[in-house]
């Protein structure tokens, strides 16, 4: 306790109350000594920062200065300031010297000592006239400390233009210091960037602007074009998933940037490009340095070009990339159609790469990726048709037209926008010079920053929109003039000469949908024919086989325009039989795997083969093709009589008798609201006689406005219904007439005479009907040969009474065993026994002797 005692009194010893104004200036006081110690430094951040403490300082002490009054040494502390930066911005080399930092701190402490200046005016000019008349000590003692930052400030001059020299150096990082480099720097900037290739931690963005400014910086076009590449490469090292697309932003960056590759190969022809095989991302290395020239800064352009991958490489990415973003977007919102505008200057790209490998001397490294692009060319050419392609040409040089004359009209607008601001200023800068002229403020004093008028944003918001309306303009692509096919005629004929196998069967199978787009029926089908495409296709792959069904769907839609009603329904018989997996077969849809057929993985992959919305093939025009075909054809067995063997035998499509089989089972049937209904509704209505409504039916079916010429095949729909109903109705009623007059006939189904006449003599022909011609009369004489209904069924009545018997006597027989058959005939090794009817059992006739009875001899 004692100890403790004296501990409290050696502490109360110490302890020393001061006042709350002694604390406030002591505070002051080592802040103000602070900023001295700054300025010897001239270091006018630091300073700035004391200045904005030392006023805080003064803010928060109201209440002391409310009693006592603001101290001098604070009003010194403001004049020596002021000595002090007045001679920093006199001279001139010193400020030019400065970090950037420190000059902006400079003139911002400008600006705030000023205000305080204004504000104290009063009490600083006391200040000065006491330090004229008498010398206080403190006065003294400013005195003394200002002159000697006078001479620090001027020893110190040469020291510190060197050190915020070598500051401005290590603050010029980046992009923006390598518009400077020489060539060989470029080379090591290059080095140091592909090093870290590859790496955890590595900002590839950053890398990517270092590598557009080397690209910017260098002048050999072979290192431009590594560079370039190089840069591509970055890119898709970022975006490098397969399921999802690349973002448009960042697409546009790549296609830039092979476009300029492009244009650099072009504008320097003899400039080789060599592969080099083996090389990983992680061992990259630059493929080419600086040589140096006769002098110093002279550097020679090899002329050699090596790069880790094909340039073409890069093309097919930023295409797959295009294609690849059209299948994940929705394909009725305006970015899908947005997206789809980025197709035109795709195309024009590789026409103009086409172009670049045509000039070069052939060889087999170029026909080779001549064809390549070629191909690609083809995917995105065959299935566009002549006269839309027109129509695109026409109106997008229409709408270039107009976006060029909205860019003069807002260049126009601008440049007002921009003379009116201008004289609004120099008025008010006029005036304000007027109003300087009576003030006493320094010469060197920089202008108070001024707020913009209204003219000068409506001179911006101006500028910005004739911008964007360049921009526009000029971004703008255009499709050029071509004859589709011509130009497929001659890129097939380049690749089927230097492509792999592979594309020259894509490249076939395009070109026969191009012509079975175009009507081309006879082309189209010998060129299928003649490749044997179809016996091989399934061992290709399904990208492969899903051109194989397009083809082949398109070709079976092309010979129902031709009037080709047989071979339409050849070609879309199976595909079309399909049902719900017609979309599946033609990858427009992904069906629904609720039933365990995929794997998440499977289904990824069916995503990732889907055609985009604007290439697909309409599925009710297929499914209406499809059923109208097979109801043209299967009519007349269905007009067979019921019980006639004909009507099971002769069937052409079994899934048009499925359809309507379950259609007649229906209790009630409304009015028809699909495809199938309508063609349905129709073969009902045949068959009960009223063409006329069957045929108007089938004709209002919407599927048709699809086709090249719907009032064409409206018009050949009425015929083939005429014509198959006449054959319907001889085939189902002429057995009940003895004789049948051509020109009711006619009359009825609204057919010429000679129509008529060739349809039953066709019929006739083809053992249809059993008749003949009396020429005289025009008349059709009816053989009678056929069994009538009552007939047919005394027939069908008979062989269900002997299926009975047989039935009854096969049960009898497995109860007995063996009962009801003779005796194995000897010398026959087949061991097959002959049946006994039961008619003639031995004991049921009283033992006759037509065989033998049940235990058999």
């Known amino acids: ?28 006081s080592e802040m103000i000594n602070d900023m001295k110690n700054h300025v010897k430094i001239n270091d006018w951040v630091a300073i700035s920062d004391d200045f904005d ?27 020596f300031l002021e000595s002090v930066l007045n001679k920093s911005l006199e001279n001139k080399e010193a400020k030019k010297a400065m970090s950037s930092s420190n000059a902006k701190a400079l003139n911002t402490m400008k600006q705030k000592l000023r205000k305080l200046v ?79 290739r590859g790496r955890k931690g590595t900002k590839k963005e950053e890398q990517i602007l270092v590598l557009k400014a080397l690209a910017a910086t260098t002048k050999r076009p072979s290192k431009l074009v590594e560079l370039l590449g190089h840069t591509i490469a970055f890119y898709f090292d970022i975006h490098n998933s397969m399921l999802v697309p690349m973002p448009i932003k960042v697409w546009k960056e790549v296609f830039d940037v092979f476009r300029q590759i492009l244009q650099t190969l072009v504008a320097n022809p003899d400039l080789k490009v060599e592969v080099v095989e083996g090389s990983t991302v992680i061992d990259t290395v630059q493929m080419t340095t600086a040589e140096l020239g006769d002098e110093d800064d002279e550097y020679i352009d090899s002329g050699v070009t090596q790069m880790t991958g094909n340039v073409l490489a ?59 692009v070629g ?58 010079n007027d109003k300087d002229d009576d003030d006493d403020d320094d010469d060197d004093d920089e202008p108070v920053a001024k707020p913009e008028t209204e003219l000068r944003k409506a001179a911006k918001a101006a500028r910005r929109a004739a911008d964007d309306a360049a921009a526009a303009s000029r971004d703008f692509a255009v499709p050029r003039p071509c004859n589709l096919e011509k130009e497929m005629l001659a890129l097939a004929k380049r690749i089927y000469a230097h492509g792999t196998d592979r594309a020259k069967a894509r490249t076939l199978l395009c070109h026969v949908y191009h012509h079975a787009l175009h009507g081309r029926y006879v082309t189209a089908r010998d060129m ?22 397009r083809a082949l769907v398109r070709l079976g839609i092309c010979a129902f325009a031709n009037e080709l009603v047989p071979e339409a329904h050849a070609a879309l018989m199976e595909i079309a039989a399909a049902g719900p997996r017609l979309k599946e077969l033609l990858a427009q849809a992904v069906t629904s795997s609720r039933f365990g057929d995929r794997n998440p993985e499977q289904e990824k992959l069916e995503r990732r083969r889907l055609v985009p919305y604007h290439m697909h093939i309409n599925l009710e025009l297929v499914e209406a093709t499809h059923l109208v075909c097979a109801l043209l054809l299967e009519l007349p067995n269905l007009a067979h009589n019921a019980f006639d063997p004909k009507r099971r035998s002769a069937s052409v499509s079994k899934t048009f008798r499925r359809l309507l089989d379950h259609f007649e089972r229906q209790v009630f049937n409304g009015p028809p609201e699909n495809t199938r209904d309508f063609v349905m509704s129709a073969a009902q209505l045949m068959l009960e006689g009223e063409w006329k409504k069957a045929s108007a039916l089938l004709e209002a079916m919407p599927s048709w406005d699809l086709l090249p010429n719907p009032a064409k095949t409206r018009q050949f729909i009425q015929m083939q219904m005429r014509s198959e109903g006449l054959r319907a109705y001889l085939v189902s009623s002429y057995s009940h007439y003895d004789t049948m007059s051509l020109e009711a006939l006619a009359t009825h189904f ?33 053989k009678r040969t056929e069994p009538s209904k009552l007939q047919f069924l005394a027939l069908q009545f008979a062989d269900k ?33 002959e049946r006994k009817p039961w008619v003639e059992r031995s004991d049921r006739y009283g033992g006759g002797g037509r065989g033998g009875g049940r235990g058999g001899g």
């Open 1 to 28: 306790p004692g100890e403790s005692d004296s501990d409290t009194d050696d502490d109360d010893k110490k302890r020393v109350v001061r006042s709350q104004r002694d604390k406030k200036w002591d505070q002051m």
């Open 750 to 782: 609204e057919l010429e005479p000679q129509k008529a006449h060739a349809v039953i003599s066709n019929m006739m022909l083809n053992g249809e009907i059993h008749a003949c011609w009396d020429q005289p009369t025009d008349t059709i004489v009816v």
């Open 53 to 79: 403490k030392l006023t805080k300082l003064i803010n928060k002490s109201n209440a002391v200065i409310a009693k006592e009054g603001i101290p001098k040494m604070y009003f010194k502390a403001l004049l």
């Open 314 to 372: 890069y093309l097919e990415r930023i295409d797959d990339e295009w294609y690849k973003s059209l299948q994940q977007q929705d394909p009725h919102s305006p970015e899908y159609v947005t997206r789809l505008k980025d197709e035109v200057p795709l195309i024009n790209l590789m026409q103009d790469t086409l172009a670049y490998y045509d000039s070069k001397p052939p060889t087999s490294e170029s026909l080779a990726d001549a064809a390549r």
């Open 528 to 549: 299928l024919l003649m490749s044997h495409l179809g016996d091989s296709v399934h061992n290709s792959d399904i990208s492969t086989q899903i051109l194989y069904n």
């Open 118 to 196: 204004k504000t104290h005016e009063a009490e600083i000019d006391k200040i000065k006239k006491e330090s004229g008349g008498d010398d206080d000590d403190d006065d003294d003692d400013m005195d003394d400390d200002e002159e000697e930052e006078e001479s620090q400030v001027k020893k110190s001059e040469l020291a510190a233009v060197a050190s915020k020299m070598a500051e401005v150096k290590g603050a010029q990082k980046g992009p923006k210091a390598i518009k400077d480099y020489n060539e060989a720097e470029i080379d090591g900037k290059l080095d140091e960037i592909l090093a870290l």
């Open 375 to 432: 191909s690609r060319i083809v995917e995105h050419t065959y299935y566009r048709e002549q006269s839309l392609f027109d129509m695109a040409m026409n109106n997008a040089e229409k709408r270039k037209v107009q976006l060029a004359e909205a860019a003069v009209a807002a260049e126009a607008e601008a440049v007002a926008a921009e003379a009116k601001a201008k004289e609004e200023e120099e008025a008010m800068e006029e005036e304000e």
């Open 801 to 833: 009474c002997c299926q009975l018997v047989e039935a009854n006597e096969r049960i009898l027989d497995s109860r007995t065993g063996g009962y009801g058959y003779k005796n194995e005939q000897g010398g026959r090794g087949d061991g097959v026994r």
